[in-house]
């Protein structure tokens, strides 16, 4: 920027111009490094109505009768009327000139806009504290304790407010005796900072007073200070007198008609005024230049940058990714210099560079071309691959969760010079291991402070070094304070290093994109996209983030942020995976935003979120299976025993790693797995060493139910070798552990895969007895028929003794029995027992109140189940139709029973019109197929329309038991006219 462009330039002295343009970068630069302090004298205030110096001492004069004086007696005539008249008329008559409304200007707006760090003034009035908000006033030495604020004000001469003014001779000469405090603060602040003094002349006491001051301190190799001063001349060149650089500026003389003037004084305070804001104007200009040249190295120190960080370096810029899913940039012409980004566009692995100059023109740059490589390049090229090629063998173990090869990779690479020690860092936080990652990011730090290296990268390294400190002691408020102390020690501007580390400017922007996305693919109904689908546009994303994050050594998972865009990627994908509807999948096109099977980083970033949270979406979106390929799965199973591994490393942590654990169980059960697959899976869950807890009964964790869910799915695939092992597991297992549910799972498929049946023998039976009545019906369908009536014998006693409902359904609908006519009014008394008045429950605790619900449910499940099933007796069954408890309908009607019930009680009379969706999905599969085998009408009728209704709805319709009945029950029909 051009002197001319503010006015100085009519000095028409060349070399003037060029030094006062080089003056005010120097001072912009000083600014922008929080090393500007103004002094600020009474000629900015003069423009507001305020007296200066000489005016005020004129009052004094005039009250001691002298008529002219020098400037010489400014010191000694305020000294005089003090000794003679005292303090009290003394103040009086400085007080009276400075009484009044006053109003900041011009020249006070733009040191607010300036946010200098310190400000100095001899002034006594309040126009600057009236302009700039939130600085620490400093008029005393009393004040200096007390201050809070990283940016201060000092009236060195004090206040009316304190009676403290310096304005006589005397109070020069006693400065530092009365302000010990504050001159030493100001002597420090003109050996370390750049002092500009403005509303001062050269001549001005004050200043020679402070230049006289200070001269015994300064030396040659300090910092000069800076005076501006006026001219009319129109050749004037600045001066350099000692210890102060002297700034002449011409008055500017345009727009004088903008107002009209009194006289010409008033003229020309205002010109005054008009060129020192713009003078200051053009520093503070100058200065947001020096911060836009600037601002960006930290993108030129990051090891990986996102579309957004790239946006930000020119907002005309996007990638997008070619067929073979290289990363392409496109940018516009106005992205200037950008060989200088040449090693962060190879490092963040973009292949190629189109910059469009005009609609028929484009220019192709491609990072490190062998086409104009020098040997330097090349050298630098083959560096950078390298590097690459590490940061990709480490990322593959945190993919695996594979620590054992992570930290083998560590000992080899940690002393190398070209490893980006970011990806350690990363995975070591990654891994749970704090301390080893704070141990590395520290000795980055001292090994930067040392070698005085770039301040962006130490501020970087400090900003990963809080959020490793925050995982530690979780003050993050004290860590974040001082993370800013650090920063402000380097920098005095917010710049965009300041917003990626407190404003988490990539993450902000980034998950905003996914939230767009995700409504995008939402509510998104077409089958072709012009550009680049939503869901293409998120796994590119997805990608983008992870490895922003891990090559720049941010843990992710540090941030909510983080969480919420993990959140809404796996949302996007099980939108795009359950919306495989029938008419898009019969259009002649392929939908780009569709997604048929998942990639094995999908499944890595599911292992991101929490288990409740990723629970959570798979139920929201009735995800019972999920499609990849036979390798991923086989990688998957891999990941599961390298979690063990990295468990096993240190069990203390296992509440740390248990969501890694979870998830990975919960996605296998979701799968469909070869046999060979499923022998390798539980091959690595039996060689855990902590593998009870896919057998116990552990409300904390979700892996006891996942695991009966991968049992069930794999029906096919069990075999003796697996009842053999899990019976062998079960039996190891303490009494009151055992998951109830699990057994009744492998007991069940034990008696369909038709097993082998079990001897009676000392292990089992002393197994079965020290347990419970529930898990020794469970063994009644796999021991042999000799120990089979023994043992229902014992179960039968007992339920004769004490009706155990549970138990009682269970032996009913196995089969095992009959139904006991002596239970009958038995079961009565416990409904009468159980579905009491509300009443009388009002005094139950919470856990008290859970159990009678619990009594509730299994009640009226043993009563569905076995009317369903038609196990109960006529005689019962008359019983019931009598039976007359409100509070037993009530909850009927509460859980949806009424007509199920009504059927129960009269099935030959019974209007299957009634039928709804919530009555047959109560069915069992052969309960449906029996009940389309009475071949009544109406109840076919409601049956089709529930199945085509599922169908036509695009529901989950796999595992349906209407469904498969209905088809399997059509099938039968055909089979039989044929």
């Known amino acids: 920027m051009g002197c001319e462009e ?7 002295v060349e070399k003037g111009e060029k030094m006062l343009e080089q003056d005010v970068r120097f001072l912009a630069e000083e600014l922008e490094k929080g090393k500007l302090v103004v002094f600020v004298g009474a000629g900015v205030s003069k423009n507001s109505g305020l007296p200066d110096w000489k005016e005020l001492i004129k009052d004094y004069a005039e009250y001691r009768g002298i008529k002219e004086f020098t400037s010489k007696q400014f010191l000694t005539i305020p000294e005089e009327v003090f000794e003679r008249y005292g303090s009290l008329k003394y103040y009086e008559i400085a007080e009276k000139r400075f009484s009044g409304k006053y109003v900041p200007n011009s020249v006070h707006r733009i040191l607010k806009k300036m946010k200098l760090t310190y400000i100095i003034t001899t002034n006594y009035d309040t126009l600057i504290e009236d302009q700039i908000e939130n600085l620490q006033i400093v008029s005393k030495d009393e004040d200096l304790p007390y201050t809070n604020s990283n940016r201060m004000l000092i009236k060195m001469h004090g206040d009316f407010k304190n009676k403290n003014i310096v304005l006589k001779k005397s109070d020069y000469d006693n400065y530092e005796k009365n302000f010990p405090l504050i001159s030493t603060l100001i002597k420090g602040l003109f050996t370390t900072n750049t002092v500009l003094f403005i509303g001062y002349s050269y001549n001005d006491t004050n200043v020679q007073q402070i230049m006289n001051w200070i001269k015994d301190i300064l030396k040659e190799e300090t910092r000069k200070a800076f005076l501006v001063e006026f001219t009319e001349e129109d050749e004037k060149e600045e001066q350099n007198d000692g210890h102060i650089n002297r700034i002449f500026l011409k008055l500017l003389n345009n727009n004088d008609d903008e107002r009209l003037y009194d006289n010409e004084e008033e003229k020309f305070n205002n010109k005054y005024e008009k060129t020192l804001t713009k003078f200051l104007s053009n520093i503070y200009n100058k200065k947001i230049n020096v911060i836009g040249e600037e601002s960006f190295e930290i993108y030129k120190n990051l090891n990986y940058l996102t579309e957004h960080n790239w946006k930000k370096l020119s907002k005309y810029s996007e990638i997008y990714i070619d067929k073979d899913w290289k990363k392409i940039l496109n940018i516009r012409l106005e992205f200037k210099d950008i060989e200088k980004y040449e090693e962060i566009l190879f490092k963040s692995r973009i292949k190629k560079v189109i910059r469009n100059i005009n609609r028929n023109e484009k220019e192709i740059l491609i990072p490190f071309s062998e086409k104009e490589i020098t040997p330097e390049r090349k050298k630098q090229k083959e560096n950078l691959e390298e590097l690459i090629g590490i940061e990709e063998i480490f990322l593959e173990t945190i993919y695996d969760y594979d620590y054992q090869n992570f930290q083998n990779l560590v000992e080899e690479y940690i002393k190398s010079n070209n490893i980006n020690k970011y990806v350690i860092v990363y995975g070591y936080l990654f891994f749970k291991k704090i301390y080893e990652a704070k141990k590395i990011i520290e000795s980055m730090i001292k090994e930067k402070e040392d070698l005085n290296d770039e301040n962006e990268k130490i501020i970087w390294d400090n900003f990963i070094l809080t959020i490793i400190n925050t995982r530690i002691d979780y003050d993050i408020r004290k860590n974040k304070e001082t993370l800013e102390d650090k920063y402000f020690g380097y920098f005095k501007s917010e710049n965009e290093l300041f917003n990626e580390i407190f404003k988490y400017s990539t993450l902000e922007a980034i998950n905003k994109e996914m939230n767009r996305l995700f409504d995008e693919v939402r509510i998104e109904k077409r089958a072709s996209y012009v550009g680049t689908p939503p869901l293409d546009q998120a796994i590119i994303l997805s990608r983008d983030l992870f490895y922003f994050c891990s090559l720049n050594g941010i843990f992710g998972n540090s941030f909510s942020l983080y969480s919420e865009f993990m959140k809404k990627y796996i949302e996007i994908l099980l939108v795009s995976y359950t919306n495989k509807n029938v008419e898009l999948k019969n259009q002649m096109f392929e939908n780009r935003n ?34 990849c390929k036979e390798e991923i799965s086989d990688r998957l199973i891999v990941l599961l025993k390298n979690i063990f591994d990295w468990i096993e490393e240190n069990d203390k942590e296992f509440m740390e790693k248990k969501d890694a654990l979870e998830n990975v169980i919960l996605i296998i059960s979701k799968l469909d797995l070869t046999k060979n697959q499923f022998k390798n899976l539980f091959n690595v869950i039996l060689n855990y060493k902590n593998n009870s807890i896919f057998f116990e009964d552990n409300p904390i964790l979700g892996i006891v139910n996942n695991f009966r869910i991968i049992t069930y799915k794999n029906f096919k695939n069990l075999n003796k070798e697996f009842f053999d092992k899990v019976l062998e597991k079960i039996f190891s297992i303490d009494r009151n552990r055992i998951d109830e549910n699990l057994l009744d799972y492998i007991t069940y498929y034990f008696n369909k895969k038709e097993m082998p049946k079990i001897l009676k023998n000392d292990r089992i039976e002393n197994f079965i007895n020290k347990n419970n009545l529930k898990i020794k019906c469970y ?4 021991i042999d028929e000799t120990y089979f009536e023994e043992l229902k014998n014992e179960i039968l006693k007992e339920i004769k003794n004490t009706l155990n409902i549970e138990v009682y359904s269970f032996l009913l609908n196995q089969k095992f029995i009959d139904f006991i006519p002596e239970t009958e009014d038995k079961i009565l008394e416990e409904l009468d027992e159980i579905f009491q008045k509300k009443d009388s429950n009002k005094d139950l605790n919470v856990d008290n109140l859970v159990n009678l619900i619990s009594k509730q449910e299994n009640i009226l499940d043993f009563l569905l189940v076995s009317g369903l099933n038609d196990r109960l007796p006529i005689s019962f069954i ?11 309908f009530k909850s009927l009607k509460q859980y949806k029973l009424e007509i199920l019930w009504k059927y129960i009680l009269n099935q030959e009379n019974f209007d299957f019109s009634e039928f709804t969706e919530n009555e047959l999905e109560k069915f069992s599969k052969t309960g449906i197929k029996n009940l389309l085998k009475k071949n009544d009408k109406k109840l076919i009728k409601v049956i089709r329309e529930y199945v085509f209704s599922k169908i036509k709805n695009n529901d989950n319709i796999s595992m349906n038991n209407v469904i498969e009945a209905y088809f399997e029950w059509e099938s039968e029909k055909v089979e039989t006219s044929k």
């Open 6 to 12: 503010w006015g100085v330039g009519e000095f028409g």
């Open 878 to 888: 008359e019983k019931l139709s009598n039976y007359k408890n409100e509070e037993f």
């Open 594 to 627: 569709l997604l048929e099977e998942f990639e094995y980083f999908d499944f890595f970033m599911m292992l991101e979120l929490s288990y409740s949270d990723l629970k959570k979406l798979f139920n929201e979106y009735t995800i019972k299976d999920l499609k």
């Open 779 to 782: 063994f009644l369908r796999i």
